[in-house]
């Protein structure tokens, strides 16, 4: 067995029984995702869960005219909720997701992680924590759409990017429009107000966060 595979999982996700750390070593199967490759896809049936070993992962829903409307991200020592929903029911898949950065994650079988439900009590609460987390980043989304205006969703927007990604935006204006369903015009006009405020600096390649705590 790879040790540096070991070591990882156990480093992503230490609250797992040493035993079924081994398991998921021995059953996971590492798939390597260069930016913007397809971990999941609408329509897809799935037969593994998806962890994420390394890495930054968006999963997002897709309309027919190809517009997205960003979920949630997915990090290192989180699971894909959805994923293993659908894996467990066999069903299709409803959303997307694909690598923000380059990403490792692993690719655990549907039929080994219903065993461990059983076997393991560590495996059953991280499964039950990892929807909970998910369907909180959901609502998280659906207040900030329903709630709010356009230029606040835009600063909920850019304090998730920060929380995952760290200070560096590295979005083009025309990616955070597609994403909010505005116009990259629209987007522009608002960043140059934050910037004016002293919450970020307009970088030729990239939004410098420098203080969302103002809003």
Known sequence: MDQ????LIQERFPQLEPALL??????GTVKHLKPEDEALRTGQFLKSNVLVLDGLVKV??????GDEF????????NACALSMMCAARNEQSQVMAKAVSPSEV???PAHVSEQWLAK????????IASYRARFDELLQTLDSIVFKSLDERLVFYLKRHQKVMGREVRLSHQ?????LNSSREVISRLLKKLEQTGAV??????IEIKNLDLF
């Open 70 to 77: 960003l979920m949630y991200y997915l990090e290192g020592g």
């Open 22 to 27: 081994q398991e998921i070593a021995q059953a």
């Open 120 to 127: 393991y009590h560590s495996w059953h609460n991280f499964i």
């Open 60 to 65: 997002y829903r897709e309309d027919e005219e």
């Open 4 to 7: 540096d595979k070991v070591s």
């Open 175 to 179: 990616q955070i429009a597609e994403e």
């Open 201 to 206: 600096n307009l970088q030729r390649s990239y």
């Open 106 to 108: 692993l690719m655990i």
